[in-house]
């Protein structure tokens, strides 16, 4: 049998669960960690402020639709309709919104042109294609929103 080498990713750190308001779900960093593929380059003491920061970001702007869902006597996003198995939907969109906002998040502050490969204009390249990747993760964000709000995706005017 031939050799493979295979890179050992760190080992998962201990994180405790990001609380939220109460009424939308809490975060399990591993689970975010899972759910937007990020590996031990992403220390704790950098995700963990960017989680809370892409939840308090997506939790300011659906602020009044979560009124108006209490208003109707839902006491949290999980008991909000309509259900995808075991779950609302709203809170799976939630959930893909906070996601979003945190990869986006996470692409920006680790642009550092230091990080980049030297050479042949690559670093050029390698900018253009992160900036790409963080306005993809941007319309997921707004399309996650946009859904949970029961509103269209685009808004098209006549000039």
């Known amino acids: 049998m031939p050799f493979v080498a295979t890179a050992n990713p760190p080992a998962a750190p201990a994180e405790e669960t990001v609380a939220n308001d109460g009424w939308w779900p809490d975060f399990d960093p591993r689970e975010a960690r899972a759910a937007c593929r990020l590996d031990g380059a992403v220390t704790s003491e950098r995700l963990i402020p960017a989680l809370q920061s ?4 997506v939790n300011a702007e659906l602020s009044a639709w979560q009124q108006a869902q209490r208003d109707l006597g839902y006491a949290s996003a999980a008991s909000v309709p309509p259900r995808l198995g ?13 996601h979003a906002c945190l990869q986006a998040d996470l692409m920006e502050a680790y642009r550092n042109m230091s990080t980049l490969p ?12 992160l900036v790409v990747q963080i306005d993809e993760q941007r319309r997921q964000q707004r399309w996650a929103i946009s859904d949970l709000l029961g509103i269209p995706r685009t808004t098209v005017e006549l000039i």
């Open 54 to 57: 892409a939840m308090l970001s």
């Open 86 to 98: 075991a779950e609302s939907a709203q809170v799976l969109r939630y959930r893909r919104a906070v």
């Open 118 to 129: 030297d050479g042949m204009n690559k670093d050029h390249r390698v900018l253009e294609a």
